[in-house]
């Protein structure tokens, strides 16, 4: 009877050992398995008694966002502290490894009530996994937060006009910036739309425009012809046509990088229009069309001079 009395015992405590063994294993399983996490705390633990409490309470998991169901966060229970705001987000966050981490907060803001210490009771959250259909809670720790003495209103509103004035300098600044590329890239587009002209093309245009060959009123046309062309000079050689006498304009002809024919032609030209002027009789048609022929074929000259320079120019670059 004794024997079978110990055996009896000895086959309770067994049965115990194996019981508490199942327990704790079923315990750290459940805990491995938890993939739920939720942070709660404050921006600030030192906050003076005129700036807010920041609360920040977060619920963060792998995987998908609508992995569990959340039920609305209830209103945290304040001491020395009044709710005055919160507001709420939802994020899906890609990690390193390529996998995915959701993140619900709800950011709280409370005001400081009088100076000495606030609390935060702890929070619960109750959510539900929707693969398993289990129904869990999690509670955040109490937190404490000190409400120390206010910050001056001078320091605190003379910090926020130079914010407002720095942050007012910079956008003016970037206004300005976009403003001058504005205008640098419309003037661009303007040179590439309108090409320049060059100066013997200017004077051709001039030619043709104030001077007709075929005028009635020849005296009037050699007049505008002779000082059309004689300004040209002045701006294309800075040759001063217009103050120098007719012998003088022809000295400094063949001072010019023209070529020989050129000089001949436009000194020639230049001794006909002296005598044209003080010979005080109606001017020959044909005689008028010769001057204007050669002034105009001396211009084409140039401009096609210049364009085979530009030309050249261009493929060098």
């Given at each position: 009877m004794k024997h079978l009395y110990v055996l009896a015992v000895n086959f309770f405590f067994f049965f115990l050992l194996q019981a508490n063994a199942i327990a704790i294993t079923d315990s750290l399983s459940a805990g491995s398995e938890q993939e739920i996490?939720?942070?709660?705390?404050?921006?600030?633990?030192?906050?003076?008694?005129?700036?807010?409490?920041?609360l920040r309470v977060e619920l963060s998991w792998p995987g998908r966002l609508n992995r569990y169901q959340i039920e609305p966060v209830s209103q945290p229970i304040l001491t020395n502290l009044?709710?005055?705001g919160s507001g709420s987000e939802n994020r899906l966050i890609t990690g390193e490894d390529g996998t995915f981490k959701a993140l619900k907060a709800v950011t709280y803001r409370l005001r400081p009530l009088e100076m000495g210490m606030a609390y935060?009771?702890?929070?619960?959250?109750?959510?539900?996994d929707r693969e398993t259909g289990e129904e869990e809670r999690l509670t955040s720790q109490r937190i404490m937060v000190e409400i120390i003495e206010p910050i001056p209103e001078e320091e605190s509103g003379r910090?926020?006009?130079?914010?407002?004035i720095v942050l007012f300098v910079i956008l003016f600044g970037v206004i300005?910036?976009?403003f001058f590329q504005f205008i640098k890239k419309r003037r661009l587009s303007g040179q590439q739309q309108e090409p320049l002209i060059s100066l013997p093309e200017a004077y051709l245009n001039r030619l043709s425009?104030?001077?007709?060959?075929?005028?009635?009123?020849?005296?009037?046309?050699?007049?505008r012809l002779s000082r059309i062309f004689k300004e040209y000079l002045e701006k294309d050689f800075s040759l001063p046509a217009r103050e120098l006498s007719t012998k003088e304009i022809t000295q400094k002809l063949y001072e010019l990088p023209i070529d020989e024919v050129d000089k001949n032609n436009l000194s020639s030209v230049f001794e006909k229009l002296d005598m044209i002027k003080f010979a005080r009789k109606g001017i020959d048609p044909s005689e008028f069309t010769q001057i204007y022929g050669t002034i105009e074929n001396f211009l084409l000259k140039r401009k096609q001079k210049?364009?085979?320079?530009?030309?050249?120019?261009?493929?060098e670059k």
């Open positions: 996490r939720l942070n709660a705390y404050v921006e600030e633990s030192r906050v003076p008694m005129n700036q807010p409490v920041v009044l709710l005055e935060i009771d702890g929070i619960v959250i109750r959510y539900t910090l926020k006009a130079i914010s407002y300005i910036y976009f425009q104030d001077v007709d060959p075929r005028g009635t009123n020849l005296d009037e046309m050699i007049q210049l364009e085979m320079m530009q030309q050249e120019n261009k493929e």
